[in-house]
């Protein structure tokens, strides 16, 4: 049974190939359109929390490959509250292929996935956000050929978006630096899992609390809301510590010449990066949000097959 909950759960054989494949149905869509693999196949999106980018390039990658896709608001389903999470898992595999989740708790997504029969992709959860790491390697992928010696700065929270992208990183031999307060460090089980993966690739992982160090001869410059969905009530304290953290044109002059700058938005502009950057030559926001729809693609061609 395949799921997609996690970049740890994949070899770095198997994301080089499903980058390999992303760059495949782009080059295809590119070109006339994809063929219409899913005639019949249908997604079921369950969220808990709100989105933009990942209810509208799940939806339109399944259309593009000839299937379709069913949004489940979190008012609908109440998963967990109106009816358990092992029900809901049974109940919608009788009626669609794959299904995908946002999620508060990442043990929900597991729960969903241990009860459900068929695919489940993680669509974020509170640990982790492994489909915006296929898009944020493959953006990278792009603009350099490789991952491979890379160096990469995550700047800001440690959050779930930094999880996934320091696993990326370690599994296809990109150095990954976080530049982040004290106190709002990773979680240490995914520190010691990017180790393993770092030195199993042969990069490194650091992990550093001074900005500028952080930023020293950086290819990439990637940064996040400095609260995330679910801590809101943090959102006062937060806008005090994260300023000296912020992706702004003097810190982005301290990275290489040629450094790309990527967030998986949306963005807090005027906090966690400025317009300047977000709009400047560096920025990739927005074909690493294009990407997307081309790496999840591969995500679901890969579990479906
Ligand atoms: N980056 C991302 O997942 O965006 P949404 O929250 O809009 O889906
Ligand atoms: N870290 C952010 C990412 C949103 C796509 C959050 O969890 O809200």
Known sequence: MKDF??????????????LDLAIQLKEE?????????????????????????????????????????LYLSP?????????????V????????DVIMARVFDHAHVEELAKWASIPVINGLSDYNHPCQAMADALTIYEEFGSMKGLNVTYM???????????HVCAKLGANFTIGNPEGYDMPESAIELGKQFAAASGSTISLLNDPHEAVKEVDAIYTDTWTSMGQEEETKKHQQVFPPYQVNEAL???AKDNVIVLHCLPAHRGEEITDEVADGPHSRLFP??????????AILVHLLS
Do not use: C
Not at 5 to 18: H, K
Not at 75 to 87: C, N, V, Y
């Open 288 to 297: 690493q949000a294009h990407n997307r729809l081309h790496a999840q693609k």
């Open 89 to 96: 898992a049974r109940v919608v595999s009788g009626y669609v």
């Open 156 to 166: 800001g929270d440690g959050n779930n978006v930094a999880v996934s992208l320091m």
């Open 252 to 254: 982005v002059a301290e």
């Open 29 to 69: 869509w590119k070109s006339g359109g994809n063929k219409p693999i899913f005639k019949n196949k249908v997604l079921a999106m369950i969220f808990q929390k709100p989105s933009l980018r990942t209810r509208v390039s799940f939806d339109m990658s399944m259309l593009h490959l000839g299937g379709n896709a």
């Open 75 to 87: 008012a609908e389903i109440g998963l967990g509250k109106r009816e358990s999470i092992a029900d």
């Open 5 to 18: 909950l996690t970049i740890a759960d994949y070899s770095s054989e198997s994301l080089q190939g499903l």
